[in-house]
């Protein structure tokens, strides 16, 4: 199996910049996607970003288009979620995952979650 743990989250002021980051631990030998999902209260968990095992392709939800960034660094079994121009409707326990596939950079289906952390932008 893989474990996933999240860090970076906290409370910043909207217009401002966050940086998450998820440690994969674990069998991490296969040649996995990994992204990001977000769930605010009442709400139901929906799909940030996700990028492939090499960093080519990367998919991002329409609503953090040109503000959010995915990238990894595979050496260190880590992916990033460079958030900038943050908003208080960006408020949500995100979560990292990953699906055990070099090509479903949408992470339709995904086999790991982390813990989760918490963003809250204020308004």
């Known amino acids: 199996q893989v474990q996933l743990v999240e860090s970076g989250g906290g409370l910043v002021q909207a217009g401002g910049s966050l940086r998450l980051s998820c440690l994969a631990s674990?069998?991490?030998?296969?040649?996995?996607?990994m992204g990001w999902f977000r769930q605010a209260p009442g709400k139901e968990r929906e799909f940030v970003a996700g990028?492939?095992?090499?960093?080519?392709?990367?998919m991002y939800a329409d609503s953090v288009k040109g503000r959010f960034t995915i990238s990894r660094n595979n050496a260190k079994n880590t992916v990033y979620l460079q958030m900038n121009s943050l908003k208080p409707d960006d408020t949500a326990v995100y979560y990292c995952?990953?699906?055990?596939?070099?090509?479903?950079?949408?992470?339709?289906?995904?086999?790991?979650w982390g813990q989760g952390t918490q963003v809250t932008v204020s308004s």
């Open positions: 990028i492939s095992w090499s960093g080519g392709s990367t």
């Open positions: 674990g069998r991490t030998f296969s040649r996995y996607v």
């Open positions: 995952a990953v699906t055990m596939s070099d090509y479903d950079v949408n992470l339709r289906h995904p086999d790991y």
